[in-house]
């Protein structure tokens, strides 16, 4: 007997009440999720203490008899709303968390209800990420022909990347990971710059190796590796580690003149561009991560310079067969296409990432991304010279979207980014740069117009005279 839509219609009362419920629920929460947007113009970019003490509220034990869903979303949004950090209404300038566009977040919703497993078995998933992953890998201009990924962030894309080159490597030495594992695995040579982010390193650690087995290339004054300290002998056991984006300054390493040495002995380049990769996206800006294309592998983030939700990282590699010799798996009863997620990633079962990536890139484009990618780029000069204007120190020049800025000495410094969080008009981190402590100012929210770095610097510059007296 073959089903009709018309027999999946459903006559147990107790079903259509399941149903009915979890209508009310998703509207409620989309109207909630509405709301907030329309107020967050009215928080604090940081949440107060009280909106913060407030939190105690959730401090509960396991509670003995289930709740109505209404009123627990009622909580949510009475005691958690105050307590978010408003990371997409302009003016949250810390680390590089990027906004939410519209469409991504609209897209983010309508996913949640789908509620797919993308690591295979659904067919929009499935369409999605592929359409995507190809999307992905235009708008970076990276070849063509490399295969993409999605998964939780580039912690995960950087550890992807690096256990793809790594059996790669190994597989070319004539010893197969999957047979022999790395216990007694020729040893590689593994170098990375001064200035590796701690998420290279503990991807590193992850993948089978020590801080002890690591070595460092120095970096210039602007925090990219100076090629002339890079060594000449690399050989066909040797993986490298490059950066697109250093988080302090936005500086990318040299790539021009490292890759094609390091790949012609044999060895595997692998790049973090957690954030810096999207230069790619922008012909005014491509010149910064020029010769980057020439690598074996990259890690990237969608949820960060994209403005995507949490959690999207990407990883591509050059070559399919080394991402899939190091992450395919499957069993007798989850057989899926060679590139289905779950074949191109750590995890099996996992949230349709491309989905929201798609909406991103569908509603931008490639001119609207370029156009992101350059106004934020523009606005951190902007906020640069606004606080030299000040009398504030800019401690190195701005290369993308990545501000550094001393106010007086480091106490002063830091207790101005303090003020600055208490005030309210914007939030920015802080970090050590050349030993030195100093506010680290990421634009990297779509959001961010002229007017939100003018009130933004015009707030830092007050908190800091607010110090002085
Ligand atoms: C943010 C960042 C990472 C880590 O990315 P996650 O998505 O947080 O895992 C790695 N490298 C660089 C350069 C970054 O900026």
């Known amino acids: ?45 940081f949440p107060s203490p009280d909106a913060v003490a ?38 949250y300038f810390g680390f590089v968390t990027g906004g939410t566009e519209p469409a991504a977040q609209a897209a983010a919703i309508l996913a949640g209800a789908w509620d797919q497993n993308a690591g295979g078995g659904s067919p929009v998933a499935s369409v999605l990420d592929a359409v995507t992953c190809s999307w992905v890998v235009d708008a970076l201009h990276l070849p063509p022909t490399a295969i993409a990924a999605f998964n939780g962030g580039a912690t995960v894309a950087n550890l992807t990347g690096i256990i793809a080159g790594r059996d790669a490597l190994l597989a070319r030495a004539g010893w197969s990971v999957a047979e022999r594992g790395i216990q007694g695995a020729p040893a590689l040579r593994v170098i990375v710059g001064e200035e590796v982010h701690a998420s290279a390193l503990k991807a590193l650690r992850l993948a089978g190796f020590g801080e002890a087995q690591i ?31 250093n988080v302090n300054t936005g500086a990318s390493d040299p790539f021009s003149a490292i890759i094609p040495g390091v ?14 990769l999207w230069a790619a996206a922008s012909p005014a800006l491509r010149h910064q991560v020029s010769g980057v294309e020439l690598a074996d ?15 999207s990282g990407i990883v591509i590699v050059r070559a399919r067969e080394d991402l899939h010799r190091a992450m395919a798996g499957d069993a007798p009863y989850i057989t899926f296409a060679a590139d289905a997620p779950m074949n191109k990633g750590i995890q099996i079962s996992q949230r349709a990432r491309g989905i929201e990536t798609w909406a991103a890139l569908a509603a931008l484009g490639r001119d609207g991304l370029a156009a992101l990618i350059e106004r934020t780029c523009s ?30 000495d480091e106490e002063s410094t830091l207790a101005t980014i303090a003020a600055l969080e208490a005030d309210g008009t914007a939030w920015a981190g802080t970090t050590v740069w050349k030993g030195r402590r100093a506010m680290r100012v990421s634009v990297s929210d779509a959001a961010t117009t002229a007017d939100d770095v003018d009130a933004a610097v015009a707030a830092m510059l007050r908190c800091w005279a607010g110090l002085r007296g």
């Open 1 to 45: 007997m073959t089903t009709t839509p018309l027999e999946r219609v459903h006559t147990n009362p107790a079903t259509r009440a399941r149903t009915r419920e979890r209508i009310g629920l998703i509207t409620e929460a989309a109207r909630r999720a509405g709301s907030y947007a329309a107020n967050a113009a009215h928080r604090p970019v």
């Open 54 to 91: 407030a939190l105690d509220a959730f401090r509960t034990g396991l509670p003995e008899h289930g709740r109505e869903p209404h009123e627990l979303l009622a909580e949510l949004d009475a005691f958690g709303s105050p307590a978010t950090t408003v990371v997409n209404d302009g003016r």
């Open 215 to 245: 070595e460092r290339v120095p970096t210039d004054a602007t925090g990219a590796i100076d090629a002339d300290a890079f060594p000449a002998d690399t050989d066909a056991l040797t993986l490298v580690l490059l950066q697109a984006g």
């Open 263 to 276: 790949r012609d002995r044999g060895g595997w380049v692998h790049v973090d561009g957690a954030f810096g």
């Open 297 to 311: 592998s990259w890690a990237t983030d969608a949820h960060k310079w994209l403005s995507v939700p949490y959690d």
């Open 379 to 408: 606005q951190a000069r902007r906020m640069a010279d606004a606080l030299a204007a000040g009398g504030a120190e800019v401690l190195a020049p701005v290369q993308l979207n990545q501000v550094l800025v001393a106010f007086g």
